[in-house]
């Protein structure tokens, strides 16, 4: 498997055991509901949780940690489990994910980046957009969890590149997962059950992009113009997208699931990669 990292910064992970190349994946999060809710995308989260091989770690990019002008990494032995929502039931906000940190891992993932300097963080914690998820895909919590900030303050093409410095983590156990939403407009809400012609118009273009291995024209996407400012008023939910894009390799064969759009303008179009 190529890798963007040099010989010199790959002893950065010499410790580290050897594993077979795992899959990469981008998750479309949506409602922190989804959590605590028995419905098609959570029941196919847990399905993903017994297709992949037992990660020795699970690094999260989450939609929900954005640090403008910096990159960290969680490195505490316990993360918190982090509720960064309002206005939802008692029920959701009593729900505990115990996951150990991976303190290890963390430090040899600051080593390996060479874009940018990236620094510990001991106080953050697992928030929704990695905790939601891997409730359903790990729910004994027994595998290890940590995230990477985002540093908002960059463009796009900045985060694709830091995120190919990631790849040689998926020969060292690391399931490195995505969270965000391919279309993710708040303000557009609506119930009636119709989507957005514009919603459509962009989660198809991305996946037509994806599946055409265009890594280039998805990272373009403000390209699109007003569908891209529709799709996307903040960038928070697609910048995940790109990290998990930026470990493909030409060997991946990706597959879609939860391919649909809910409350009109939130795409829960999500992707699984692995070696052929």
């Not at 009593?94 to 963080?121: C, H, N």
């Not at 929704?128 to 729910?139: A, E, I, N």
């Not at 939403?181 to 962009?202: I, S």
């Not at 989660?203 to 024209?217: C, N, P, Q, S, V």
Request: aromatic residues 10%.
């Amino acid at each position: 498997m190529k890798t963007n990292a040099s010989p010199e910064h790959l002893k950065a992970l010499k410790e580290l055991p050897d594993t077979d190349t795992m899959p990469f994946m981008f998750v479309g999060h949506g409602s922190p509901m989804n959590a605590i809710t028995d419905n098609e995308f959570s029941r196919n989260w847990a399905a993903m949780g017994q297709r992949v091989p037992r990660p020795n770690a699970v690094l999260c990019v989450s939609a929900h940690w954005l640090t403008p002008g910096s990159t960290q990494v969680t490195a505490m032995d316990m993360p918190r489990t982090i509720h960064d929502f309002g206005g939802f039931p008692r029920k959701l906000f009593e729900v505990q994910y115990p996951a150990p940190g991976a303190p290890d891992y963390a430090r040899k993932t600051i080593e390996l980046i060479r874009k940018a300097e990236v620094v510990a963080d001991y106080e953050w914690g697992l928030d929704h957009g990695t905790w939601s998820v891997l409730v359903k895909m790990f729910p004994d919590a027994g595998v290890p969890v940590y995230q990477l900030s985002i540093d908002y303050a960059r463009e796009p093409r900045y985060h694709y590149e830091l995120a190919r410095e990631l790849s040689a983590l998926r020969n060292k156990g690391v399931l490195v997962v995505g969270s965000g939403n391919v279309v993710h407009n708040l303000m557009a809400l609506k119930m009636d059950g119709t989507r957005y012609d514009w919603a459509v118009e962009f989660d198809e273009t991305m996946k037509a992009l994806i599946d055409g291995g265009d890594d280039r024209g998805v990272v373009d996407f403000l390209g699109m113009g007003t569908v891209a400012r529709l799709a996307h008023p903040t960038h928070d939910h697609f910048l995940p997208l790109i990290y998990a894009l930026g470990l493909r390799t030409d060997r991946d064969r990706v597959e879609h699931f939860n391919d649909d759009i809910v409350a009109g303008s939130i795409s829960m179009r999500s992707i699984i990669a692995r070696p052929e």
